[in-house]
């Protein structure tokens, strides 16, 4: 094993393949199921080409975000309040919107609830909509191959943030290209959003969180800014990439042991309920990510409050009966089976 493989998720050399009822084959067809046929006939690796304007941006990113800290406590608590809710914000425009929705498919949503996720979404500022999600498709359809975009058997610095600052692998543009997006295309929100994404981002994402404490409370922007916008974006980010690196290497595989995605609950606490990677890996299309609902699970909640409220419906689900059978056949034995 290489020094980067001695840090890397081990790659089981076969995977389990899945009866038609895990892989969820009664839904609207998302091609976000694991296929196997691609490992091993992974080219020679090409060249790393680094971006260097995207390490410029990052690096300014975070060591702005490390002066927010400084200033927390000479912020009013009504800006740690608000950052709180932007952070809470932000991160279901992310879990709700292009993860459980959009990418998998695993409920429906009304109009009005797919434009909150949209702004939402522009909030969390993680690329658009369709290109998370054709991002986050090709990842499970090529998990930990050259054709994975974050690939974590490339490393935990890799899958984190590194992915985000080089070209990407030839083959995560060739089978993403292949993959069946018809379903985005034809979401008018989406491709709204696609169209004024900068716009939107610089709204959303930097103009709000600055100016509505500034203006409401009398915050000082420089508080405003380095806080509500920058240490808060940045920690959105560096919480959704922690599922890419962490999830995929620390943490037990009660579901299948042959893939690496793991549970990881300080995962699923900061990411407010996607850190049961093993289960969403196993079964992608549950609108849960979880078999424990509502815990560690703040973004189950919400769709169950927008079940509630009329603005959500058909939430996919496993039955446990499928559950224990599938741990039975394929976990590592690490959780309780009843
Ligand atoms: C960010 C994303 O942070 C984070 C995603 C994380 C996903 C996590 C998933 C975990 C589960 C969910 C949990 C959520 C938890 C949330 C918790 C919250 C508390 N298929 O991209 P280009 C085409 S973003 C098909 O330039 P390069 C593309 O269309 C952060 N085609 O590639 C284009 O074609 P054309 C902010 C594809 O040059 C061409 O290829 N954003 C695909 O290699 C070139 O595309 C940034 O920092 C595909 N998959 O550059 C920006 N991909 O020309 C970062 C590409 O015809 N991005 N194509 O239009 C970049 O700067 C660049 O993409 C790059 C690669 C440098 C990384
Ligand atoms: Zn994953
Ligand atoms: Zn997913």
Not at 84 to 99: C, E, N, P, Q
Not at 130 to 138: L, S
Request: glycine residues 6%.
């Amino acid at each position: 094993m290489t020094n980067r493989g001695a840090h890397a998720a081990e790659v089981c050399a076969k995977k389990a393949s899945p009866t038609a009822e895990e892989a969820g084959a009664d839904r609207v067809m998302t091609d976000d199921v694991f296929d196997d046929s691609y490992r091993g006939k992974e080219g020679p690796k090409p060249p790393r080409r680094i971006v260097w304007r995207n390490v410029i941006l990052m690096s300014f990113l975070h060591l702005s975000a490390l002066y927010g800290i400084v200033l927390i406590p000479s912020a009013m608590y009504l800006t740690w309040a608000w950052s709180g809710l932007y952070f809470l914000m932000s991160a279901l425009g992310v879990t709700a919107g292009a993860h459980r929705l959009w990418s998998h498919r695993t409920y429906k949503a009304k109009l009005p609830l797919r434009v909150f996720l949209t702004f939402a979404n522009s909030m969390a500022f993680q690329n658009d909509i369709f290109e998370w999600a054709r991002d986050h498709r090709v990842h499970h359809k090529y998990s930990e191959t050259d054709a994975d975009p974050h690939n974590a058997t490339r490393g935990f610095f890799f899958s984190h943030i590194g992915w985000l600052l080089l070209r990407k692998h030839p083959d995560v543009i060739e089978k993403g290209k292949r993959l069946d997006l018809s379903d985005l295309k034809a979401d008018k929100v989406i491709m709204f959003q696609r169209r004024f994404y900068k716009t939107s981002v610089i709204v959303m994402c930097f103009f709000i969180p600055t100016v509505v404490p500034w203006y409401f409370w009398g915050e000082s922007l420089s508080n405003a800014y380095f806080i509500s916008a920058i240490l808060r974006y940045a920690l959105v980010l560096n919480a959704t990439w922690l599922i890419n690196s962490a999830a995929h290497m620390f943490g037990n595989r009660p579901y299948d042991k042959t893939i690496n995605p793991r549970e990881n609950r300080l995962v699923a606490f900061s990411a407010i309920g996607e850190g049961f990677h093993n289960y969403h890996h196993t079964f992608p299309f549950d609108y849960s990510a979880s078999e424990f609902g509502c815990g560690y699970n703040l973004t189950t909640s919400f769709i169950d409050l927008m079940c509630f409220l009329g603005l959500a419906a058909d939430c996919k689900q496993v039955s446990k009966e499928v559950i224990l059978a599938r741990k039975q056949r394929t976990g590592d034995g690490s959780h309780r089976t009843g």
